[in-house]
């Protein structure tokens, strides 16, 4: 153990927690004594005490190493007293005597301190006698001295150094001596600053007295240096390998034998780690005795083939046949019997007899036999009085048919008589069936004709003068038809004639010119659209009624429009009383014959989006209001697929109406908005397409028109509400300017007659 110093220099200028090197270097405070040189000047390692021996050089070492035989020290200290090892061992283990370092002052209380500590003026002994026969000389910056400072009275003050330096010519100053100059390592020396080191060259290590090399022996290291064979040479060594390697880059790899003259193998030859083996190439060869040659096995010869029948020796190998009738088992030795009758003999057309080797044929009924029994051929009953048949006789394999001629049929399935076929029973008409004998003839039922003798086709009465009974229009159907009547008439008790109807005033015909209508739309003009009527909340703070949506005039009294618009949300609806409904406007403005009414009563559709509202008292009636003019029937107008349509509806601003064309498209085009599949309209609505960059997207509740069809002359026409528009703008679901294209509409038909049920009562 070591006891760390106590002092150093007052001129520090290191951290209170690090010690300063002689060269001013700072190291770790628990750096110094610990026996190693972490100062280049080796003066953390000066003056360290110790609680067991201090060589002469100040290295700290245990007391059993003292007189053990070997230089510990370093400087031989350590064993330079030794007269009996043992004895001089126990004595400083048992009595631990205080040797002082070289560069310490032994106080006479046996304690050690640094030299430089004598005569500073402290009493560091404890007992003074460090400041005795002190005059002041090593007081004053120790002298003048590097290391040591000693004081003479004869000669005065006296410098020295530490172990390993040496004065330089002003007697003070100590400089490093190079212990290399003297050359006392045998390979290699590295002088050091108080001292020097021995190194050897590479295969070479240090022995313990820090001067000898001796070789190491790499081979006798658990390292694995080689991967097989190791050879220790001095200062090196060299890797070898088995017999069948070859070193290469340091790994030992396989000789592949068998890609020099195939291994000296007259056939196969195996290649093995390190080595290598001949062998045949067939099962029927063997080796012969020189390892390297094969020659072929006679199987055949020998007896080992174990063949029933017949046995062919090959090379390598041998074949087994067999007799004709028999066939080669799936062992390939053993033969046994075909049993023709399983595989098949295509001439045995009876029953089918197996024999060893070979089978016997007996013909069945309708045949005879030939070729010694082994094959049967067919009679031809039919060249015998017909076969006894009434009508034809029809040969088959091993038998006969009777066939009837057409319009008869065969008593039972055994039977040679042919009776009348009843045809009817197959139902070969589309309309009614008369069986004759041998034949039978198709006819319709009242209107419809006979087509290609068994179908019937329709008979359109409408194009008939002598059927056509209809005082107006003419509607044909499959088997009939019926009769319409034009707008305000209805159809008389007989069906045919018409009467005009009592509580009908009428509806708007509008002139009808669609190619001056674009898809961009055209604003309305007065008089243009009568029904379209525009909702109106009238709040009593409000000074102008606000416009909440469109709607359609369908008689005196009532107004079509969608359910969605008469609710403030899901749950409140909008009551009548506050609803103001303005017909006979196409602009924002105000007009003379403008009405203004409020709704008295809502009637709600029981299952599409739709609503009546009735009026508190009928408009007046003139070009500006007229309702709009309702279909009959689903033939009335025509909504079939890339049909024109006329969509009116009021602009984003509300400040006019506008009516442009769209075009009816498939139910893909809807069906793509997840709210329309939601209200499964596919089945109630048509799709309509817009052109989108032209146009914004029309309002809920505006109204579709198609024109009407049930007269030939174009002046007689008008247009019909073809459906209304359900997911618009103003829909709580559907932004003012929306990015759909295409948008579903309720078709008329689904609810024309509801609003007659209500409107006519």
């Given at each position: 153990?070591?006891?760390?110093?106590?002092?150093?220099?007052?001129?520090?200028?290191?951290?209170?927690?690090?010690?300063?090197?002689?060269?001013?270097?700072?190291?770790?405070?628990?750096?110094?004594?610990?026996?190693?040189?972490?100062?280049?000047?080796?003066?953390?390692?000066?003056?360290?005490?110790?609680?067991?021996?201090?060589?002469?050089?100040?290295?700290?070492?245990?007391?059993?190493?003292?007189?053990?035989?070997?230089?510990?020290?370093?400087?031989?200290?350590?064993?330079?007293?030794?007269?009996?090892?043992?004895?001089?061992?126990?004595?400083?283990?048992?009595?631990?005597?205080?040797?002082?370092?070289?560069?310490?002052?032994?106080?006479?209380?046996?304690?050690?301190?640094?030299?430089?500590?004598?005569?500073?003026?402290?009493?560091?002994?404890?007992?003074?006698?460090?400041?005795?026969?002190?005059?002041?000389?090593?007081?004053?910056?120790?002298?003048?001295?590097?290391?040591?400072?000693?004081?003479?009275?004869?000669?005065?003050?006296?410098?020295?150094?530490?172990?390993?330096?040496?004065?330089?010519?002003?007697?003070?100053?100590?400089?490093?001596?190079?212990?290399?100059?003297?050359?006392?390592?045998?390979?290699?020396?590295?002088?050091?600053?108080?001292?020097?080191?021995?190194?050897?060259?590479?295969?070479?290590?240090?022995?313990?007295?820090?001067?000898?090399?001796?070789?190491?022996?790499?081979?006798?290291?658990?390292?694995?240096?080689?991967?097989?064979?190791?050879?220790?040479?001095?200062?090196?060594?060299?890797?070898?390998?088995?017999?069948?390697?070859?070193?290469?880059?340091?790994?030992?790899?396989?000789?592949?034998?068998?890609?020099?003259?195939?291994?000296?193998?007259?056939?196969?030859?195996?290649?093995?780690?390190?080595?290598?083996?001949?062998?045949?190439?067939?099962?029927?060869?063997?080796?012969?005795?020189?390892?390297?040659?094969?020659?072929?096995?006679?199987?055949?010869?020998?007896?080992?083939?174990?063949?029933?029948?017949?046995?062919?020796?090959?090379?390598?190998?041998?074949?087994?046949?067999?007799?004709?009738?028999?066939?080669?088992?799936?062992?390939?030795?053993?033969?046994?019997?075909?049993?023709?009758?399983?595989?098949?003999?295509?001439?045995?057309?009876?029953?089918?007899?197996?024999?060893?080797?070979?089978?016997?044929?007996?013909?069945?009924?309708?045949?005879?036999?030939?070729?010694?029994?082994?094959?049967?051929?067919?009679?031809?009953?039919?060249?015998?009085?017909?076969?006894?048949?009434?009508?034809?006789?029809?040969?088959?394999?091993?038998?006969?048919?009777?066939?009837?001629?057409?319009?008869?049929?065969?008593?039972?399935?055994?039977?040679?008589?042919?009776?009348?076929?009843?045809?009817?029973?197959?139902?070969?008409?589309?309309?009614?069936?008369?069986?004759?004998?041998?034949?039978?003839?198709?006819?319709?039922?009242?209107?419809?004709?006979?087509?290609?003798?068994?179908?019937?086709?329709?008979?359109?009465?409408?194009?008939?003068?002598?059927?056509?009974?209809?005082?107006?229009?003419?509607?044909?159907?499959?088997?009939?038809?019926?009769?319409?009547?034009?707008?305000?008439?209805?159809?008389?008790?007989?069906?045919?004639?018409?009467?005009?109807?009592?509580?009908?005033?009428?509806?708007?015909?509008?002139?009808?010119?669609?190619?001056?209508?674009?898809?961009?739309?055209?604003?309305?003009?007065?008089?243009?659209?009568?029904?379209?009527?525009?909702?109106?909340?009238?709040?009593?703070?409000?000074?102008?009624?606000?416009?909440?949506?469109?709607?359609?005039?369908?008689?005196?009294?009532?107004?079509?429009?969608?359910?969605?618009?008469?609710?403030?949300?899901?749950?409140?609806?909008?009551?009548?009383?506050?609803?103001?409904?303005?017909?006979?406007?196409?602009?924002?403005?105000?007009?003379?014959?403008?009405?203004?009414?409020?709704?008295?009563?809502?009637?709600?559709?029981?299952?599409?989006?739709?609503?009546?509202?009735?009026?508190?008292?009928?408009?007046?009636?003139?070009?500006?209001?007229?309702?709009?003019?309702?279909?009959?029937?689903?033939?009335?107008?025509?909504?079939?697929?890339?049909?024109?349509?006329?969509?009116?509806?009021?602009?984003?601003?509300?400040?006019?109406?506008?009516?442009?064309?769209?075009k009816i498209v498939k139910h893909e085009c809807c069906e793509q908005d997840i709210k329309i599949n939601q209200e499964n309209l596919v089945n109630q609505s048509l799709c309509i397409q817009f052109n989108k960059t032209e146009f914004h997207l029309p309002m809920s509740g505006s109204p579709i028109l198609g024109i009407s069809r049930e007269v030939s002359n174009q002046t007689d026409q008008k247009w019909l509400l073809t459906g209304i528009l359900i997911r618009g703008s103003y829909h709580p679901d559907v932004e003012l300017v929306s990015t759909k294209s295409c948008v579903g509409y309720y078709k008329a038909v689904m609810f024309v007659d509801w609003i007659r049920n209500i409107t006519l009562n």
């Amino acid at each position: 153990m070591e006891i760390k110093k106590t002092k150093q220099k007052s001129d520090t200028k290191c951290q209170q927690n690090e010690f300063q090197c002689a060269n001013d270097k700072c190291i770790a405070l628990n750096l110094e004594c610990n026996h190693k040189k972490d100062c280049d000047d080796n003066s953390d390692e000066i003056g360290c005490h110790c609680q067991e021996f201090q060589c002469l050089n100040e290295k700290c070492i245990e007391s059993k190493y003292v007189c053990d035989g070997l230089n510990q020290c370093g400087d031989g200290s350590d064993e330079s007293q030794c007269s009996n090892p043992t004895t001089v061992k126990t004595q400083l283990v048992s009595s631990k005597p205080v040797i002082c370092g070289y560069a310490d002052f032994k106080c006479n209380n046996d304690k050690c301190i640094r030299y430089t500590q004598r005569c500073n003026g402290q009493n560091d002994c404890g007992d003074n006698s460090d400041e005795s026969s002190c005059i002041g000389f090593c007081k004053n910056s120790n002298g003048g001295c590097d290391h040591i400072c000693e004081y003479d009275p004869k000669n005065g003050v006296q410098c020295s150094c530490y172990l390993g330096f040496k004065l330089d010519s002003n007697r003070q100053s100590c400089i490093d001596i190079n212990e290399c100059s003297s050359r006392p390592c045998p390979e290699h020396c590295t002088n050091e600053y108080g001292s020097f080191k021995c190194g050897c060259n590479p295969g070479f290590q240090l022995q313990d007295d820090q001067r000898t090399c001796v070789d190491i022996d790499e081979c006798a290291s658990n390292i694995n240096l080689c991967e097989q064979q190791c050879i220790n040479q001095v200062g090196s060594f060299n890797c070898t390998c088995f017999s069948g390697y070859l070193y290469k880059n340091k790994v030992c790899e396989d000789i592949n034998e068998c890609e020099i003259n195939n291994g000296g193998c007259a056939e196969k030859c195996i290649n093995t780690i390190g080595s290598f083996i001949c062998s045949c190439n067939w099962d029927g060869h063997k080796m012969l005795k020189d390892n390297t040659s094969c020659e072929d096995i006679d199987e055949c010869a020998d007896g080992s083939s174990k063949c029933d029948h017949f046995c062919k020796n090959t090379d390598g190998s041998f074949e087994c046949s067999c007799q004709p009738g028999f066939y080669l088992d799936h062992d390939g030795k053993k033969c046994v019997d075909v049993n023709e009758c399983h595989v098949g003999t295509p001439g045995c057309l009876g029953n089918c007899i197996n024999t060893k080797g070979s089978y016997i044929c007996k013909c069945a009924e309708g045949y005879r036999s030939i070729n010694n029994e082994t094959s049967c051929e067919d009679v031809n009953e039919c060249e015998i009085l017909n076969g006894g048949c009434s009508h034809r006789c029809e040969n088959t394999k091993g038998s006969y048919i009777c066939k009837c001629r057409e319009g008869y049929t065969a008593r039972d399935h055994s039977s040679f008589t042919c009776n009348d076929k009843n045809e009817c029973e197959d139902n070969p008409c589309e309309g009614t069936c008369t069986n004759y004998i041998g034949t039978f003839e198709c006819g319709c039922e009242t209107g419809f004709q006979l087509v290609a003798q068994v179908k019937c086709q329709d008979i359109d009465e409408c194009m008939s003068t002598e059927l056509n009974k209809c005082e107006h229009t003419c509607v044909n159907i499959p088997g009939s038809y019926f009769c319409t009547c034009r707008d305000d008439y209805i159809l008389h008790s007989d069906k045919m004639s018409c009467k005009k109807s009592v509580a009908s005033i009428g509806c708007q015909r509008t002139a009808i010119n669609i190619k001056e209508i674009s898809s961009s739309g055209w604003d309305n003009v007065l008089d243009g659209w009568g029904w379209q009527v525009s909702l109106n909340i009238d709040f009593t703070h409000f000074t102008t009624p606000r416009f909440n949506c469109m709607g359609i005039l369908v008689s005196e009294e009532f107004i079509l429009i969608t359910g969605h618009c008469l609710r403030f949300s899901d749950d409140i609806k909008i009551p009548p009383q506050i609803i103001l409904v303005s017909l006979g406007s196409y602009t924002f403005g105000f007009y003379d014959n403008e009405n203004n009414i409020h709704a008295s009563e809502i009637i709600y559709h029981p299952t599409l989006d739709l609503a009546l509202i009735r009026m508190l008292e009928k408009p007046t009636i003139s070009n500006q209001i007229q309702p709009i003019c309702l279909p009959q029937t689903v033939h009335d107008v025509d909504i079939s697929q890339d049909k024109e349509i006329i969509v009116v509806t009021w602009l984003p601003d509300h400040a006019s109406l506008r009516h442009i064309v769209a075009k009816i498209v498939k139910h893909e085009c809807c069906e793509q908005d997840i709210k329309i599949n939601q209200e499964n309209l596919v089945n109630q609505s048509l799709c309509i397409q817009f052109n989108k960059t032209e146009f914004h997207l029309p309002m809920s509740g505006s109204p579709i028109l198609g024109i009407s069809r049930e007269v030939s002359n174009q002046t007689d026409q008008k247009w019909l509400l073809t459906g209304i528009l359900i997911r618009g703008s103003y829909h709580p679901d559907v932004e003012l300017v929306s990015t759909k294209s295409c948008v579903g509409y309720y078709k008329a038909v689904m609810f024309v007659d509801w609003i007659r049920n209500i409107t006519l009562n």
